[in-house]
């Protein structure tokens, strides 16, 4: 399985981050060592000093597609889940400066918090959900798929015209405004639909 992820998809994301709003969605990847599963703890690692925590909406792809059709893009996801894209900002920052990659920034072990996922056929509307996370109790991001930028089909058109989608895969559909720090102790805690989906401690 290999994780797709999508950055600056909401409108005032990108703006607190002064970055330019795509015209096209923005592609990245992770490896599927960064995982982090069952909410299991998040050690801080020491190459990093700004770790940020990023709350996204997650897509299970369930069948192989490439070159998918807009109309059957719907088809090609089963079920929704929430995780975290862990960022390791300073470092980001200092590639960005530099027109280098991200991937140190967002692809080291443990930067992919995931939940468990909800087949999609039990929302009402699978693309008109809320979500937020918490920190230490206290809501940090909130958001609203509605909000996208691009939206699950047009991500999934998008990409399978380039990575071939199959079954087991992931795809980050991006985070909303509120993106900020984590410190060794924190709590996290994930949201969809004001259901608890996942807990994350720092250490």
Known sequence: ????????NYIDHAKELNNPVPKTPVIFMKPDTALLKDNKDFYYPEFSKDIHYEVEVVL???????????????????AIGLGIDFTARDIQQQHKEKG??????KSFDGSAVISPFILKDTFSDPAQLSFSLQKNKEIVQSGHTKDMIFSYDQLIVFISQYITLRKGDFIYTGTPAGVG??????????????????????K
């Open 60 to 78: 299970r792809i369930c069948k192989e597609g490439k070159h998918v059709s807009p109309k059957f893009a719907h088809t090609y996801y089963d």
């Open 1 to 8: 399985m290999k994780i797709i992820a999508v950055g600056r």
């Open 181 to 202: 720090p984590v410190s060794i102790g924190d709590r996290l805690e994930g949201f969809m639909e004001e259901k608890s989906m996942f807990t994350c401690q720092i």
């Open 100 to 105: 280098l990659p991200w991937e140190l920034a």
